[in-house]
């Protein structure tokens, strides 16, 4: 999707806290509105996407623009794939929330390194040799897909509830191949099948539908 020519710089201490740090790239100028401010998560009021709403009426849900877009799926995205979206979003909460039960405080300050290193990371992540060209942040990957395995491997053998369609091994064994085998990556796989015309050969696959 788009991404800002600046890198913004949003606080997380609380809900006022988040809308002043957007007010302010509004009212520099740096942006026109809310709708453009391209992150990688943004919290979103129901209805219109506009600042005036999202402080009145709060936020109702919250919109992941870093999902594993694939064009061979008719709807644009794998059901596999929401599945680990799902999953991670399950492991990082319960991450969090153990933190706060232990330290009974959690928040991200504004403009420090680690959110910052996020965002360029998540920029450079669109590259197709992502992986291989950063070795420190495959293997931090890799262990992220290894805890996530011992994670749900204790509630499965507890009888927690988790979705029925839900192959946990199979998903984060498709995602950890993902991570090691180029060819099982979205983006490699169309481009070997399109080469450099994917919108000519795309559109001679449409007309014959």
């Not at 129901?46 to 919109?63: D, T, Y």
């Not at 931090?140 to 839900?166: H, T, V, W």
């Not at 946990?168 to 060819?183: A, D, G, T």
Request: hydrophobic share 35%.
């Amino acid at each position: 999707g788009y991404w800002n020519l600046f890198l913004p710089k949003l606080s997380y201490t609380d809900f006022d806290h988040y809308l002043n740090s957007i007010a302010r790239y509004i009212k520099d100028g740096s942006i026109s509105s809310i709708q453009e401010l391209y992150y990688p998560i943004r919290l979103k009021p129901a209805g219109e996407n506009s600042f005036e709403n999202l402080r009145k009426n709060g936020v109702n849900h919250i919109e992941l623009r870093m999902l594993d877009l694939n064009p061979m799926c008719c709807a644009g995205v794998a059901r596999k794939d929401l599945a680990f979206i799902h999953l991670l979003i399950a492991y990082r909460t319960a991450q969090l929330l153990h933190l706060w039960e232990n330290t009974k405080s959690y928040s991200v300050q504004e403009g420090k390194g680690p959110e910052r290193e996020r965002l360029l990371v998540h920029r450079q992540a669109s590259r197709l040799h992502f992986w291989e060209e950063n070795p420190d942040y495959k293997n931090c990957a890799l262990r992220q897909i290894d805890d996530m395995k011992q994670f749900f491997s204790f509630y499965e053998k507890k009888g927690m509830e988790i979705p029925e369609n839900y192959k946990v091994s199979e998903i984060l064994e498709l995602e950890e191949q993902k991570i090691l085998m180029p060819e099982k990556r979205y983006a490699n796989q169309i481009r070997k099948k399109y080469q450099s015309d994917y919108i000519g050969v795309r559109m001679d696959e449409i007309r014959m539908l």
